[in-house]
């Protein structure tokens, strides 16, 4: 007796699959019926997204010059603040920065940028304010017994904090005006006054 199986309907589980991804796509466009699956996919490219973005925007920053410029800030041979060349081994006098001599060896000395405006442009370590404040020089001329700024305030103590003359000056007050406290002791019986007291020629002595 032959037994008729009963007919199994068939599972298409192929179709069914893509039954079911279709209605996820439709899904997606709708909010209401999004489903876990769907939220997942979002939020994956939603942080794919925001990290290529981040990675641009760090890219940008790190691509861009700093505005901080580089410190020029060095110590001379004999001690003065100065300027650093761009092969970072000379240092300059701060006399020696726009002062129409290439000193460095691109001549970044002379650069308009920090000579276009002086001295509002030079970096201040590379100068010193005159009594008069309108007035400056070079931070190197401080101190040196020369009047420099043409009412000795870059040779007083009280203003630039100047030590007393050292052993190679005579210390008097000057006839010329190029000298504040002291002279030349070169200057010491030559025959000319340089002291208004005379001391220089009855007193001193190399
Ligand atoms: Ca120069
Ligand atoms: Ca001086
Ligand atoms: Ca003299």
New binding site residues.
């Given amino acids: 007796m032959n037994r008729t199986q009963p007919k199994r309907r068939s599972f298409d589980a192929g179709s069914t699959v893509t039954m079911l991804s279709n209605q996820e796509k439709d899904c997606c466009s709708k909010w209401s019926c999004c489903t876990r699956r769907c939220v997942f996919i979002t939020v994956g490219v939603l942080l794919v997204l925001l990290g290529i973005a981040l990675a641009i925007a760090l890219a940008v920053v790190l691509a861009l010059p700093s505005k901080t410029p580089e410190s020029r800030l060095c110590v001379t041979s004999n001690n003065y603040t100065g300027f650093l060349c761009d092969d970072r081994i000379t240092c300059?006098l701060p006399s020696?920065?726009?002062?129409?001599?290439?000193?460095?060896g691109n001549g970044e000395?002379?650069a308009s940028s920090i000579c276009s405006n002086l001295p509002k442009n030079l970096p201040g370590y590379l100068i010193f304010r005159c009594g008069n404040p309108t007035n400056w020089i070079y931070s190197n001329l401080k101190c040196n017994n020369i009047n420099n700024c043409g009412d000795c305030s870059d040779e007083s103590q009280s203003h630039a904090s100047c030590p007393a003359c050292g052993s190679q000056w005579w210390t008097c007050t000057p006839v010329l005006s190029q000298y504040c406290n002291c002279i030349p002791i070169s200057r010491c019986q030559n025959g000319v006054q340089d002291c208004t007291d005379w001391s220089d020629e009855y007193v001193c002595h190399k």
């Fill in positions: 300059l020696q920065v726009c002062n129409s001599a290439s000193d460095c000395d002379e």
